[in-house]
Each structure stands twice: as C-alpha cells, then as structure tokens.
C-alpha cells in the first residue's frame, strides 16, 4: 500500500486546510478494514499523534485538536482526509498520514506511512 498526503501550505493563524491522504495499491473493500491516521512532526520533535479513524468510523482526536481537526474517509475514493480549523502556530509541523491494522492507532504500529505535507501557520 502506498499513502500520498497533499494539501499542505501556509495559512494564517485561525485560517483552515484540508489535507488529503490517497492510498493506492489496495482496493476499496481492503482499504475500508484498515485504522488510518494522521500525525505531525515539528522541527526538532518527535512525531505525534493527531486523529484516527478506525473500520468501523470509531474516531478519536488529541486533546490539542479536538473540536477543531476533523478526519473522515471516503471509501470509494480510497482517501482520508483531514479538516483543520482555527489553525495556531502551533499547529505548524509537517503532517503524515498512515494505514494499520491496529486499534488504538500508535506511530510504532502502523505498516505504511506516506511522505508528509508541510502546514505552515503564521502571519
């Protein structure tokens, strides 16, 4: 399976993005039974956890984003995607998506990852 996330860029502090996470190699049905999720990495930090969407739509968030970031995933695109709102500058980092069997998702067990997409957030 291979993961492509774009919609990265630079936005003001409470502006908005959607990120997009394209997974090819697997079919729609397959891609369905996965945990997907998304994490982010500051220069100079360690990579955390964002959100994750499980097969069966269960959805939990990181204190630091909930009620502002929203993952959903569009099956017969085979694509998750993630709304973020009311940005601040802290959420400048760069953002990956990843595919996995496991529940709750962690960074060390999921199986592909795809290459980040950078969110700037500053004036």
């Known amino acids: 399976v291979q993961l492509q996330a774009s919609g990265g860029g630079l936005v003001q502090p409470g502006g908005s993005l959607r990120l997009s996470c394209v997974a090819s190699?697997?079919?729609?049905?397959?891609?369905?039974?996965?945990?997907m999720g998304w994490f982010r990495q500051a220069p100079g930090k360690e990579r955390d956890f964002v959100t994750g969407?499980?097969?069966?739509?269960?959805?939990y968030y990181a204190d630091s984003v909930k009620g502002r970031f929203t993952i959903s995933r569009d099956i017969a695109k085979n694509t998750v995607y993630l709304q973020m709102n009311s940005l601040k500058s802290e959420d400048t980092a760069t953002y990956y998506c990843?595919?996995?069997?496991?529940?709750?998702?962690?960074?060390?067990?999921?199986?592909?990852w795809g290459k980040g997409t950078l969110v700037t957030v500053s004036s």
């Open positions: 190699g697997v079919s729609g049905r397959t891609f369905s039974r996965y945990s």
């Open positions: 990843a595919l996995g069997s496991i529940w709750p998702i962690t960074a060390a067990g999921m199986d592909s």
């Open positions: 969407i499980k097969w069966n739509n269960i959805i």
